[in-house]
């Protein structure tokens, strides 16, 4: 059975000292037979609500493989331990190598800058201006047909107009 276990540690303690408890959450879990599939230090994010008058918090990552025995361990050891402030446990069906939505966000970040200098090259350049081109000039012929209709529409309201049309339904 695989585990995924998210943390929030107190952000008053160091990055060092997540890490270094972290370490032995992990030795808690071997030593229950469990083993840790997967581990993540999400960094130091803002909490959507402050919990014991923190708005922040290191988000740390577990994924297990093993029996229930390892992950009552795990629990019992973060109950215990002051300086995380929250914790949610829950069963995978199934394991995936692909890094969490968090770790995700920050790869590829570098990546679409790169991607998106190809696509502003000479040749994308122009395709822009003729749509834009092509945008102002519907713009133009729209405005042209709107400024037709309303002249229209003023001189068939004159007071002349209106006397004609009311004695017409009459």
Excluded: C
């Amino acid at each position: 059975m695989y585990y995924e276990t998210i943390f929030i540690v107190n952000p008053d303690v160091s990055q060092e000292n997540t890490e270094q408890l972290t370490d032995e959450l992990v030795e808690r879990v071997e030593k229950a037979a469990g083993r840790i599939v997967k581990r993540e230090y999400w960094g130091s994010r803002p909490l959507a609500y402050s919990i014991q008058k923190r708005k922040r918090g290191h988000y740390i990552l577990l994924v297990t493989d093993g029996e229930p025995q390892a992950i009552q361990a795990l629990e019992s050891a973060i109950r215990l331990e002051e300086r995380i402030l929250r914790f949610l446990t829950t069963r995978l069906t199934e394991l995936s190598d692909a890094p969490s939505p968090l770790a995700r966000r920050k790869t590829p970040a570098a990546e679409s800058t790169e991607e998106t200098t190809p696509e502003t090259s000479d040749d994308a350049k122009p395709a822009v201006e003729t749509d834009a081109t092509e945008v102002e000039a519907k713009t133009t012929e729209a405005d042209a047909t709107e400024a037709g209709a309303t002249e229209a529409g003023v001189t068939e309201a004159t007071p002349e107009a209106a006397s004609t049309s009311e004695e017409a339904t009459a």
